[in-house]
């Protein structure tokens, strides 16, 4: 595969996590369990989208047809989406948002971090630039996670659930595909390797100030980067590209 | 000191202009007043929030989905804001927020009526951010410190707010027809509800004129309501758009606009709870709030620990 062809790959894949976890925060909005959280999740889905439609312009730019993020929001089929499993799963209650939000930014952040070394120009200024939107959300998110895990009883189950619930989507983020491994090589994309023990040590220590039990399945569910989705995708597109699809001729700017 | 000479000397310090403090002296019935109309207007920014995020996860572009959900996130801004200056007036956030949950305070009533089509995201921006600003900007120089400070801030944000519904009306005014015929049904349906924001005409609101001696309004509802009309008439004619009333014309020789009848009935109806959305907007409020607790719960029990351990 040539470098080209893996970036543009790499660009949707990232991009498309960013747009599909940022559909299911706004999801939340006006619905957030206070007014606070209401506006700090609200700004984690601004950072996200505004990541999403860099990566997908800049893919859109690699694609060569003159495509622009909003064409490849609005107008891919869902089995042409090749977001993680983990970003399209539903909010469910607090605690399922929270951790699934907890186990994408601790990956996000340290990703992010290799790519601030990336040969590719433009990955590099993405990543600095994104690195510390994503501090924040990582703050925000094990914060949660401790204050659940060390609240009430109540919390706490809660959040033991939902952590055993999502942990089989987890292992997506690390694996590796062809164009990731040329990429990697190119020194454009971390060692994913380095990337996962970072993770783990992160996870290991909130977990463990939350008083939570780590799971110990080791079965991943695997699929998205190639476009086999969970039920849930579809949903999500129906509704985001609903207007796009109705008025094909129509701008929106 | 007698009350009398203490309401003497809070008229001389409004007249004068010199800002009511959270600690001065102040009728009773100024207290009252001002943690009334603040609660009502910050219960307005939260509500209001709903309309708007019903059409955020079908944003029709990346841009436009993130102005609209940066636009809905200033509201809940407004929301603490107020409620915070209404902490000031000795009321306390969490009895507002449940006055709001058992329909005992009102809000906004606009917030009542149902965003049906993308074109009514623009006509809510447009119309109804920009009937707020009419407001908010007299309230600006409201007498009372803590709220007119509160509307200096929120205000900066209004008028980007009122920009993008303006923007994506006129975008779809100049879009394909049936885009147009969009955003003229947005406007035929919003107009009018829209003018009733500034509430009962001048004869028919008896508090308005003890809040006028107050200083905390400076204008008449009648007023404002000619204001707004004024501005906003010529910008729906500027992009081509029809404003849904026969009998609005200029009147050259007092400068205003002439316009119709409003239906004070639908608007009287919709504050008793007979609006299009009244009970969809309380029990997703009530939703949010219920579904909410466990997680306040566990901020508090978390730190509640933290502060035992800290002190150990
Ligand atoms: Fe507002
Ligand atoms: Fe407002
Ligand atoms: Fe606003």
């Not at chain 1, 062809?5 to 619905?31: M, P, Q, Y």
């Not at chain 2, 001065?24 to 009252?32: A, G, L």
């Not at chain 2, 027809?177 to 009018?192: C, F, G, S, T, V």
């Not at chain 2, 809040?211 to 004024?230: C, T, V, Y």
């Amino acid at each position: 595969m040539d470098v080209k062809e893996a970036l543009k790959i790499f660009a949707l894949n990232h991009g498309d996590d960013a747009l599909v976890l940022s559909h299911r925060i706004t999801e939340w909005c006006g619905h957030g369990p206070e007014l606070e959280e209401d506006i700090a999740l609200s700004n984690v889905g601004l950072d996200l989208l505004g990541q999403a439609q860099s990566l997908l312009n800049y893919a859109g730019e690699l694609g060569g047809e003159g495509k622009n993020a909003d064409d490849l929001a609005y107008r891919r089929r869902e089995r042409e989406f090749t977001s993680l499993l983990l970003v399209e799963q539903p909010n469910g209650n607090y605690a399922n948002t929270i951790a699934r939000q907890f186990f994408y930014d601790t990956f996000h952040y340290y990703f992010l971090q290799g790519l601030k070394n990336s040969q590719d120009e433009f990955l590099k200024g993405f990543a600095e630039k994104s690195i510390k939107e994503v501090a924040y959300h990582l703050r925000h998110s094990s914060k949660w996670v401790i204050i659940f895990g060390d609240g009430t009883d109540e919390s706490h189950q809660k959040i033991q659930e939902a952590v055993e619930q999502i942990w089989k989507y987890t292992g997506e983020m690390f694996e590796v595909s062809e164009a990731y491994s040329t990429l990697q090589k190119a020194n454009i994309l971390p060692n994913l390797d380095e990337v996962k023990s970072n993770y783990q040590t992160k996870i290991s220590e909130v977990l463990a100030e939350a008083k939570l039990k780590i799971p110990e399945g080791t079965f991943m569910s695997t699929g998205g980067r190639n476009g086999i989705h969970t039920e849930n995708l579809g949903y999500m597109l129906t509704e985001m590209q609903y207007l796009v699809r109705t008025y094909p001729d129509a701008n929106w700017d | 000191m007698d009350e009398n000479i203490l309401l003497e000397n809070f008229q001389k310090k409004v007249d004068a202009e010199i800002k009511v403090e959270p600690k001065d002296w102040m009728p009773e019935k100024y207290r009252k007043t001002l943690i009334r109309q603040i609660s009502q207007h910050a219960h307005s920014e939260v509500v209001g929030m709903l309309p708007e995020a019903n059409w955020l996860t079908r944003a029709p572009s990346l841009r436009r989905k993130m102005i609209l959900l940066a636009k809905i996130q200033d509201e809940a801004g407004h929301g603490l804001y107020l409620y915070s200056s209404a902490e000031t007036l000795g009321a306390d956030r969490q009895d507002l927020i449940e006055e709001l949950l058992s329909g005992k305070a009102k809000y906004s009533s606009i917030f009542n009526y149902p965003t049906l089509t993308w074109a009514d995201i623009g006509a809510v921006g447009w119309l109804v951010d920009g009937a707020a600003i009419m407001n908010q900007v007299m309230l600006t120089r409201a007498s009372y410190g803590p709220y007119a400070r509160a509307m200096v801030r929120i205000c900066k944000e209004e008028s980007f707010h009122q920009r993008q519904g303006f923007e994506i009306v006129a975008n779809l005014a100049n879009g394909t027809p049936e885009q147009k015929e969009m955003a003229q049904d947005a406007l035929n349906r919003w107009w009018w509800p829209s003018l009733m924001m500034f509430g009962p005409t001048d004869d028919n609101s008896p508090n308005s004129a003890l809040s006028m001696k107050w200083k905390i309004k400076r204008k008449s509802n009648d007023e404002l309501r000619q204001d707004f009309i004024d501005r906003t008439v010529q910008q729906a004619e500027a992009i081509g758009l029809t404003v849904p009333d026969k009998d609005l014309k200029w009147n050259e020789e007092k400068g205003h606009y002439d316009f119709g009848t409003i239906n004070w009935d639908e608007f009287f109806e919709v504050i008793k709870g007979n609006g299009p959305c009244n009970q969809e907007r309380l029990s997703a409020r009530q939703e949010a709030y219920n579904k909410g607790s466990w997680v306040r719960e566990a901020a508090k029990a978390y730190a509640a620990k933290k502060q035992v351990s800290k002190a150990a």
